[in-house]
């Protein structure tokens, strides 16, 4: 009896270790996703405030 506690305690733990890892994975590639789009944006509307009224480049 003993034994099947232990391998359920060691189940759930392997369980709630990988959960908290993906849940850190898509954390952390969200942050560096919306970065680029920030980056991207500001490089974006530099170029935008760049042209002039007639399309041409100042």
């Given at each position: 009896?003993?034994?099947?506690?232990?391998?359920?305690?060691?189940?759930?733990?392997?369980?709630?270790?990988?959960?908290?890892?993906?849940?850190?994975?898509?954390?952390?590639?969200?942050?560096?996703?919306?970065?680029?789009?920030?980056?991207?944006?500001?490089?974006?509307?530099?170029?935008?405030?760049?042209?002039?009224d007639d399309g041409s480049v100042a």
């Amino acid at each position: 009896m003993d034994k099947l506690v232990m391998i359920v305690h060691l189940s759930a733990a392997t369980t709630a270790v990988v959960l908290l890892a993906a849940c850190l994975v898509g954390w952390s590639r969200t942050q560096w996703r919306s970065e680029s789009n920030r980056q991207r944006d500001r490089a974006w509307s530099k170029a935008r405030s760049m042209e002039l009224d007639d399309g041409s480049v100042a």
